[in-house]
Every structure is written in structure tokens, then in C-alpha cells.
Nanobody, 123 residues
Framework: VQLQASGGGLVQAGGSLRLSCGAS????????MGWFRQPPGKGREFVAA?????????YYADSVKDRFTISRDNAKNTVYLQMNSLKPEDTAVYYC????????????????WGQGTLVTVSS
């Protein structure tokens, strides 16, 4: 599966952004999807994940819980990350990733990755 993330940009603290990740290739609905991020000078970290079907199981990092929402539209082969109440510490390159068949928080369990989209939150 090939993944393409988009939707990053510059936003003020307290603002919102929605990231999208489009997938092509094999059956999108067979893959659990995750969002990860890499802040400047730091390692890549888990943000959110969703199981194979819309309305299914979701996981969130404690740092984004109640602010970010992951969702998917299997008909459009797309997973989304709605980010609200953004903080400067959310500044990072955000990556989408796919794995089959089950949901995971672990970076090294995702074999397929998109190219990343930069989110910058100004104070």
C-alpha cells in the first residue's frame, strides 16, 4: 500500500488543522492506520491509531487525547487526523502508517509509511 499525507501547515496556538492520508494499492480496509509525529530534533512518536473499520477501535497518545480525533473513510481510501486546540509542542512532521491486520501503538509494527507533512504551531 502506498500512502500520501497532506494538510500540514502553519497555525497559531489554539487553532485547528486536519491532516489527510490517502492510500493506493491493496485494499485499504484491510489495514489498521496510525499517525505518528517527529518533533524537531527528537524521535518519532505515536499519536493515534484506528482499526480497520470506521467507528472501530481507536488509540491516542496521552498528549493528544481529547484534542485530536482519528477517523477513516474506507470508501475514499483515506484516514484523517483532526487536530484541535493545537499547542507549540505539537510542532512536528506528521506521518501516516499502515499495518495489517490489527491496530497498534508501536512504530516498529508498521511496515508502510507515507512521506510526512509538516505542522508548525506558533505561540
Amino acid at each position: 500500500v502506498q500512502l500520501q499525507a497532506s494538510g500540514g501547515g502553519l497555525v497559531q496556538a489554539g487553532g485547528s488543522l486536519r491532516l489527510s492520508c490517502g492510500a493506493s494499492g491493496r485494499t485499504f480496509s484491510s489495514y489498521a492506520m496510525g499517525w505518528f509525529r517527529q518533533p524537531p530534533g527528537k524521535g518519532r512518536e505515536f499519536v493515534a491509531a484506528i482499526s480497520t473499520w470506521s467507528g472501530g477501535l481507536t488509540y491516542y497518545a496521552d498528549s493528544v487525547k481529547d484534542r485530536f480525533t482519528i477517523s477513516r473513510d474506507n470508501a475514499k481510501n483515506t484516514v484523517y487526523l483532526q487536530m484541535n486546540s493545537l499547542k507549540p509542542e505539537d510542532t512536528a512532521v506528521y506521518y501516516c502508517a499502515a499495518r495489517a491486520p490489527s491496530i497498534s501503538r508501536l512504530l516498529n509494527e508498521y511496515p508502510y509509511w507515507g512521506q510526512g507533512t509538516l505542522v508548525t504551531v506558533s505561540s
